[in-house]
């Protein structure tokens, strides 16, 4: 079992840059395919980013494409979201997410672990 700790948002000015940390307790995280999701006041919980467990391969949702950075440290058992030239309407709390052994995927039924630490909120 896996437990998950974000960290790392805040308020920051449209066009500025964020990262986001997820650390993971347990097993290693490249065992896991590990997911970032945002959730915008009165909207579905959407997936953002995510990485996969065996090859690195990494994933994003079309809208943050070019700004968003994906990257993990195995060693510190943790996975970054670097996000770069916030708009003003991004303004969500992030959760990290992780997935058994598997390709990358937005759907939150294949997410077993989510973060339980308070939610990183994220507001230009």
């Known amino acids: 079992q896996v437990q998950l700790v974000e960290s790392g948002g805040g308020l920051v000015q449209p066009g500025g840059s964020l990262r986001l940390s997820c650390a993971a307790s347990g097993p290693r995280v490249d065992y896991y395919v590990i997911g970032w999701f945002r959730q915008a006041p009165g909207k579905e919980r959407e997936g953002v980013s995510c990485?996969?467990?065996?090859?690195?391969?990494?994933f994003y949702t079309d809208s943050v494409k070019g700004r968003f950075t994906i990257s993990r440290d195995n060693d510190k058992k943790t996975v970054y979201l670097q996000m770069n030239n916030l708009p003003p309407e991004d303004p969500a709390v992030y959760y990290c997410a992780a997935a058994a052994l598997g390709p990358c995927s937005f759907d939150r039924e294949e997410y077993a672990y989510w973060g339980q630490g308070p939610p990183v909120t994220v507001s230009s």
């Open positions: 990485i996969s467990s065996s090859d690195d391969n990494t």
